[in-house]
């Protein structure tokens, strides 16, 4: 789903030269279907941070889990995460 975000948040900048702050606004342009994301994920999704230049969205693993973290993804597709053992 981060992949969905970032071609619709490229999507958004071609049509407005500013990034989507929230996954609701990318949705509202009918670039991304908030509906698709079930309660049974094990990822909850949301966008961090955006502005004309950049943004960050990240999946964050949801509990119970054996492990807890997150994926993230900025604007130049660059992913990055931090995992560690749920305790």
Do not use: C, M, N
């Not at 970032?6 to 609701?24: C, I, K, P």
């Not at 309660?39 to 693993?61: C, H, K, L, W």
């Not at 509990?63 to 560690?84: E, I, M, N, R, Y």
């Amino acid at each position: 789903r981060l992949v969905a975000v970032l071609a619709a948040q490229r999507v958004y900048w071609v049509r407005h030269r500013v990034f989507a702050s929230s996954l609701e606004e990318l949705d509202q342009a009918g670039l991304f279907d908030l509906h698709a994301i079930g309660e049974d994920e094990p990822f909850s999704y949301e966008i961090t941070a955006a502005d004309g230049g950049s943004f960050e969205s990240r999946a964050v693993r949801r509990a119970p889990s054996t492990w807890k973290g997150f994926l993230s993804v900025d604007q130049s597709g660059l992913l990055t995460d931090q995992f560690v053992p749920d305790r």
